[in-house]
């Protein structure tokens, strides 16, 4: 199939790959069934994706992760609106299979969304959204109310801040209970994409955001590498023992308006 991606739209093709070589293995920590065919049906360079195989557990735990905060948050909720931001070509809406009665938006840049819609088949209850997140207007033309779920897996860090805040205002005002779950890279890491010509937006506290809306409000905190069962790779279980490295990435999960059950 012929690539359409081009520069921030190709990290996708990294956790593409994350998820095939998880499903690939032993003992699969997301098990995405997906994966390995999506991506043999995309263009890509092999050799160029492949030496970015030391990072797959960072993209596995955190997709993992998500699952299971998406998952809980469906059983809790299964009226619920799901925002799926920057989804790239994940499969997630697939592997969780929510009923009917949730309504589903995979957002990405159209070029992404042509892709998607060649390589998923149509679903129920699911819209593809061909924008910028941060483009007007688009939130604004889907069906409002809560309960919410906004996850932005991989993506705030290749936003602006000044973006990232008036999205998450714009969700807030829309919908006014719910959550809202991403990752977030700390100073330092993002300091270090600097030296790889990459602008990443860092987040020390997250606290802050609570700051921008007195809507949001957080709730867990969580290292992208929370895990050290799951780690089969000698340099990353050492890097869970260094809490400079494991505190490197984070995934966030925030609770939208004043409901205590989400
Ligand atoms: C690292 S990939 C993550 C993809 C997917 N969430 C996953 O985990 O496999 C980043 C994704 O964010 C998308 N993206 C980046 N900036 C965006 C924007 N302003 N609006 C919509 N999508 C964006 C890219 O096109 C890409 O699909």
Do not use: N
Request: positive net charge; glycine residues 6%.
């Amino acid at each position: 199939m012929k690539a359409r991606l081009t520069g921030v739209e190709r990290t996708l093709l990294y956790t593409l790959y994350f998820r095939a070589l998880d499903a690939r293995s032993a003992h699969p920590i997301v098990g995405d069934a997906w994966a390995e065919d999506v991506l043999a049906r995309v263009e890509h360079t092999p050799w160029k994706i492949r030496m970015a195989a030391g990072d797959r557990f960072l993209g596995i735990l955190r997709a993992r992760k998500i699952d299971d905060w998406t998952r809980a948050h469906l059983a809790a909720h299964p009226d619920a609106t799901v925002l799926h931001l920057g989804c790239g070509l994940d499969s997630r809406v697939f592997r969780l299979d929510p009923p009917p009665t949730v309504r589903w938006y995979d957002v990405d840049y159209p070029d992404v969304i042509e892709l998607r819609r060649e390589l998923y088949p149509e679903r129920v209850s699911t819209e593809t959204v061909p924008t910028s997140v941060t483009a007007p207007g688009w939130l604004e033309r889907l069906p409002s109310g809560g309960p919410v779920l906004v996850v932005a897996e991989g993506l705030f860090m290749y936003l602006r801040e000044p973006d990232i805040r008036r999205l998450l205002q714009r969700v807030a005002a829309r919908y006014p209970t719910g959550q809202v779950v991403f990752d977030t890279l700390s100073p330092w890491l993002a300091a270090t994409g600097r030296l790889f010509g990459f602008t990443l937006w860092p987040l020390a506290d997250p606290r802050r955001l609570e700051r921008w809306d007195a809507r949001l409000h957080l709730v867990e905190e969580i290292p992208t590498i929370w895990s050290v069962e799951h780690l089969t790779s000698p340099l990353f279980r050492l890097a869970y023992r260094i809490p400079a490295l494991r505190e490197g990435m984070h995934l966030l999960r925030y609770r939208l308006g004043t409901t205590a059950d989400v």
